[in-house]
């Protein structure tokens, strides 16, 4: 019978391990603001009367914007932590 290599318990590289959706959108939209947030990802969920709730729900739906979102994190948490 063959072993699988152990799974690692941290991810201590990965900015988003842990962090749900909802954290990620709640966090973009402090650090720039709403107005900011949908300049940089042109997504109606972030224009016309934004919420983090029809973020989700949008979001969950859409891959590409998801996969911008965690982007624009990613980005933010290296120019914040160094």
């Known amino acids: 019978m063959t072993q699988l290599p152990p799974r690692p318990l941290k991810q201590a590289n990965n900015p988003l391990h842990g962090r749900t959706l909802e954290y990620i959108v709640t966090y973009l939209s402090d650090y720039y603001g709403?107005?900011?947030?949908?300049?940089?990802?042109?997504?109606?969920?972030?224009?016309?009367?934004?919420?983090?709730?029809?973020?989700?729900?949008?979001?969950?739906?859409?891959?590409?914007?998801?996969?911008?979102?965690?982007?624009?994190?990613?980005?933010?948490?290296?120019?914040?932590e160094g």
């Not at 947030?37 to 914007?65: G, H, M, Q, Y």
């Open 34 to 80: 709403w107005a900011e947030l949908a300049r940089r990802i042109p997504v109606n969920c972030f224009r016309s009367d934004p919420s983090v709730k029809s973020s989700l729900k949008f979001l969950r739906k859409t891959e590409w914007a998801r996969k911008k979102v965690e982007e624009l994190f990613i980005e933010v948490v290296k120019i914040t």
